[in-house]
C-alpha cells in the first residue's frame, strides 16, 4: 500500500491539529506570551495576518512585529522594553510572588527565517515545539516569539530567538575539538530530535547549519534544532 506525499492544504490540516491536541496551558508559557503581548501590542495587525496564513489558531500565543521595529535586519536586532509585573493575589489567599522585570528599553537579537503561505504548517509545527516543552531546559527548537513582513522581499518573517551560532560555523572555526566535545554534542543533538519525534514532528531538513549551538545561555555545545 502506497502513501501519497501531503500537499500544503494537507499538511497544514494536519500540523494545526497536532497543535490544537497538544498545546500547552502551563502558567510559564502564558507569562512569557503575556510578556511579548505587552512589548509588540499589534494583535489587530498580527490577526490580520494570521487569517491570510490560514492560522488564525496562532493568535494568542504569537505577536506581530512591525519591519520599523527591526533596526539591523542582518542581525534581527529591534529594541525590547520588558514590562514590570504587577503582583496579584491567588483566589486561595496569598500574595503572588510575582518579580519587577527591567523596564528600560534593550536590545535583543532575534532569528528572522523568510516564509511564504505555502509555509504556513512551518509555523504552526515551529508554535508547537515552543510550547510543548519542558519550561526549564532548551527546547528542541528554538522558540518562535511572532512574525513579520519584509516590505520589499514581499516575505514573511518568522521571529525566533536567536543561538549564538551554528554547528557548521562552529567547527569551521575550531582548530582542534576533543573527543569529549564530539559525544557532547552527538548526545545533545540526539536527545533534541528525540524530543521532536516525541512531540509528533519530523525534521525533513537537517544539515549542519540547522543545528544551534549556545542556547539560553547555556554550556557551550548546547545543540537545538531549527
Known sequence: MST???????????AK???ETSSSHRWQDLRSTQDNKQNFPYDKELKRH?????????????????????????????????HQYISGVYDHGYASNDFPRNTDAVEREFALKEIDSSMASE?????????????FYPGPT????????????????????CADN????????????SWR????????????????????????DLHARNVV???????????AVR
Open 50 to 82: 494570521l487569517e491570510a496564513l490560514n492560522v488564525s489558531v496562532l493568535a494568542d500565543r504569537l505577536v506581530w512585529v512591525p519591519f520599523s521595529r527591526l533596526e539591523n535586519v542582518w542581525k534581527g536586532t529591534v529594541r525590547w522594553r520588558p
Open 166 to 177: 551554528n554547528l557548521e560555523d562552529h567547527l569551521l572555526s575550531t582548530t582542534t575539538t
Open 123 to 135: 509555523v504552526v509545527l515551529a508554535a508547537h515545539l515552543s510550547w510543548n516543552r519542558d519550561f
Open 17 to 19: 491539529c497536532l497543535y
Open 4 to 14: 501519497l506525499p501531503l500537499g500544503d492544504t494537507d499538511r497544514l490540516m494536519a
Open 181 to 204: 566535545e564530539t559525544i557532547h554534542l552527538a548526545g545533545a543533538l540526539a536527545y533534541q530530535l528525540s524530543e521532536c519525534h516525541d512531540f509528533g514532528v519530523l525534521h525533513h
Open 142 to 161: 528554538m522558540d518562535l516569539i511572532g512574525l513579520s513582513y519584509h516590505p520589499i522581499r514581499n516575505k514573511y518573517l518568522m521571529v525566533m530567538e
Open 213 to 223: 549551538l549556545g542556547v539560553l545561555g547555556s554550556e557551550p555545545g548546547q545543540a
